[in-house]
């Protein structure tokens, strides 16, 4: 995937990357230099809409543990649900 995407947790989001630790001593780095991101989301042939979450260390530009994430569109919110065990070609 090329895209940037964007900060969900960790780095100098207001919300936390609880792993960053355990994400630092698995892959190496500091726990500061890893960040949760999402990507823009795009729609499955059948309709149905995903975005991709990855874990990313802003120094290196090591990116692990890519999932896809469903995402539910509700009466008046989105939100999402479990990750799909789907291969990433």
Same mark, same amino acid.
């Given at each position: 995937? #090329?895209?940037?995407?964007?900060?969900? /947790?960790?780095?100098?989001?207001?919300?936390?990357?609880?792993? /960053?630790?355990?994400? /630092?001593? $698995?892959?190496?780095?500091?726990?500061?230099? !890893?960040?949760?991101?999402? #990507?823009?989301?795009?729609?499955?042939?059948? *309709?149905?809409?995903? $975005?991709?979450? !990855?874990?990313?260390?802003?120094?290196? *530009?090591?990116?692990?543990?890519?999932?896809?994430?469903?995402?539910?569109?509700?009466?008046?919110?989105?939100?999402?649900?479990?990750?799909?065990?789907?291969?990433? !070609?």
């Amino acid at each position: 995937m #090329s895209e940037a995407g964007e900060i969900i /947790a960790g780095g100098t989001h207001q919300t936390p990357l609880r792993k /960053a630790g355990d994400l /630092a001593k $698995e892959y190496g780095g500091d726990p500061s230099d !890893w960040v949760k991101k999402r #990507s823009t989301s795009y729609t499955g042939e059948d *309709g149905t809409q995903f $975005e991709t979450h !990855w874990e990313e260390n802003l120094k290196t *530009g090591q990116r692990v543990n890519m999932k896809s994430t469903e995402i539910k569109k509700s009466f008046n919110s989105i939100s999402r649900r479990k990750p799909v065990k789907t291969p990433l !070609w």
